[in-house]
């Protein structure tokens, strides 16, 4: 039985990085279960890449940070409907390692919240007219946004989180797509090996969650695809944790005494 129901829809996936991105388990899934994925990318140097990974598959570069005034014109190319779109994309710049909150950059705060945050609006509004009528936006976001050990990374993570609620009731105003975000537990990819001390952080998770075992990042990809799924049609507007119960477990009384 296909449980998730995608098979012959369409979802466009912003953000693959690589194989050990959330974006890219996602899409992985879908077309495992018959779904067609078209992907974009950040700049012209990652088309190759991904075009190893997805041969058969659509691919077009989309720099968000910039102007994407170009992504309906490129969709239209390969698609006239959508039924999905995941936005994974991130970024924080953290060449200097991670600094006091107050200490961050103006252009650096900017940067991440156009990229991490402001482009799930912009794309959404650049794609209403491809969504078909029960079509899913997710977007990806992690467990804690206050949570220090993602430097700036967590208010904005918290900005775009505040972002879902208005965005789903923005479109039910005309449609009845929905829109969500995942908040994921630490995860083992490159994206947060970029971190500066993530891998400490990670380990550490490892003790809080209940089953004293990290996240796979297929356990978040699942949830991104059903979310993705009509078999989600009651959730809108939400944030669905996905963390193995860390999030219960930071005062746990044994963990405290061993550290």
Do not use: W
Request: glycine share 6%; proline share 3%.
């Amino acid at each position: 039985m296909d449980f998730l129901g995608v098979n012959g829809k369409t979802f466009f996936i912003a953000g693959v990085a690589n194989k050990k991105s959330v974006a890219y388990f996602s899409a992985k899934t879908l077309m495992e279960a018959g779904a067609k994925c078209i992907f974009s990318v950040q700049n012209s140097s990652q088309l190759d890449g991904l075009k190893k990974l997805f041969p058969a598959s659509p691919v077009f570069v989309c720099d968000v940070e910039k102007d994407i005034a170009s992504l309906p014109f490129e969709m239209k190319k390969h698609t006239d409907k959508l039924d999905g779109f995941l936005h994974s994309l991130a970024f924080a710049n953290f060449s200097e390692g991670v600094k006091p909150f107050i200490e961050t950059k103006r252009e650096d705060y900017l940067q991440a919240s156009q990229i991490s945050s402001f482009s799930l609006v912009e794309a959404s509004n650049a794609l209403k007219e491809f969504f078909t009528e029960n079509a899913s936006i997710v977007t990806i976001s992690i467990s804690n946004t206050k949570a220090t050990s993602y430097g700036y990374l967590g208010p904005i993570k918290a900005m775009l989180e505040a972002t879902v609620p208005f965005l789903a009731k923005s479109f039910s105003e005309f449609s009845k797509v929905r829109v969500n975000a995942v908040g994921a537990g630490p995860l083992k990819t490159s994206a947060s090996a970029g971190i500066p001390d993530y891998i400490d952080n990670y380990l550490y998770a490892e003790k809080l969650t209940l089953r004293k075992q990290n996240l796979e990042t297929q356990e978040v990809a699942n949830t991104v695809c059903f979310l993705l799924s009509e078999r989600s049609s009651g959730i809108n507007a939400s944030t669905i944790l996905v963390d193995a119960g860390m999030s219960c477990n930071y005062f746990d009384q044994s963990l405290i005494k061993s550290r």
